[in-house]
């Protein structure tokens, strides 16, 4: 199989030299037409592709982000990589992305192909917090900005919904709506603990309102559902009438067991609230209350922050938590 054809190869069908070739790909408007279009259908007719990174690298600059993510089968992560596409695209950058599926050693490995590829900075939602091969690559001069509301500021730049506000919003919600006994139901992940530690702050202050959790093995809707059989098969007594999911995934998962339950009506003795807002929320089979994550205004400040965050100009790294919002569907009734 022949190799890819370079720039002289193009030069050379064409009749021209390499300047003029350049010329065509970065600055057209200098050619003269036939000569462009001459030099455009000798590109066309042997398949010349631009480097596009050789060429950053040889101006010393580079218009390429990568982005990792806990798991593109979440829709969050899918709609907040959506974002950062079109805020990124305004700002002259273009996306890479990439998913961790939770596992660090595979978010290692893409933080090492994108600094090989010599991204212009990293955007990360962390499988478990900074680490220190994040730390090594931010202090050789890569930008990096991380989705994480507990990251330290003298190390990073970071963006994220406040999370323990979230938490304290879900269960105030419950509360007001006269539920006493709540579940908190999520994976193990550490970016879900303020959700948690939210929930707990509001049941600490209200006298005979119970909270206990309920582990996952991950924030699908498969773990929600099985999750959900596990609650309808205790003794009425010993259910929740509330369930706080840590993410609207499990949410749904939940309420799809909960509903085909003979003895438990939902939303009347078990209410649900989710987080994220994800597009299914509002359509599922119960419209789902649910904490709302502004995904377009966490990746404009991402990216605000990616174009701050340079060696060549100091600054305080900014922790920007951007305040959560309840939307209130029909999963939540008022029984008080």
Same mark, same amino acid.
């Given at each position: ?213 309920? =582990? ?92 701050? =965050?340079?060696? =060549? ?24």
């Amino acid at each position: 199989m022949a190799g890819p054809v370079g720039i002289r190869e193009v030069a050379e069908r064409a009749g021209v030299s390499i300047g003029t070739v350049s010329n065509v790909l970065n600055k057209p408007e200098i050619v003269a037409t036939r000569t462009r279009e001459l030099v455009q259908s000798v590109i066309e007719e042997l398949g010349f592709v631009r480097n596009d990174l050789a060429r950053q690298l040889k101006m010393g600059r580079g218009k390429t982000l990568g982005m990792i993510v806990l798991s593109v089968a979440n829709p969050f992560f899918a709609d907040l990589a959506h974002a950062c596409e079109a805020a990124a695209e305004e700002a002259g950058y273009t996306v890479v992305l990439g998913s961790s599926d939770h596992l660090q050693a595979r978010e290692e490995r893409y933080m090492d192909l994108f600094e090989e590829q010599r991204v212009s900075g990293m955007l990360i939602t962390p499988t478990n917090g900074a680490t220190q091969r994040m730390k090594s690559k931010h202090n050789r001069g890569m930008r990096m900005v991380l989705f994480d509301a507990l990251a330290d500021e003298s190390e990073f730049c970071s963006v994220a919904l406040d999370g323990l506000e979230g938490g304290k919003l879900a269960v105030s919600h419950l509360v007001e709506t006269g539920r006493k006994r709540i579940a908190f139901v999520a994976g193990a992940s550490y970016l879900i603990e303020d959700r948690w530690e939210g929930a707990n702050w509001v049941c600490d202050r209200n006298p005979g309102v119970s909270l206990e959790r309920l =582990d996952t093995v991950d924030q699908s809707v498969a773990a929600g559902h099985a999750t959900g059989l596990a609650i309808a098969e205790r003794p009425p007594e010993e259910r929740p009438d509330a369930i706080f999911a840590g993410t609207d995934q499990l949410a749904i998962g939940l309420m799809q067991a909960l509903v085909l339950t003979k003895d438990i009506d939902v939303p009347r003795d078990i209410a649900i609230i989710g987080y994220d807002d994800i597009d299914y929320a509002a359509s599922a089979i119960i419209p789902l209350t649910t904490i709302r994550q502004p995904t377009d205004a966490i990746a404009r400040e991402a990216i605000r922050l990616i174009e701050a =965050d340079s060696q =060549d100009v100091p600054h305080d790294h900014e922790r920007i938590r951007l305040m959560p919002e309840l939307i209130v569907r029909a999963s939540t009734p008022n029984v008080g």
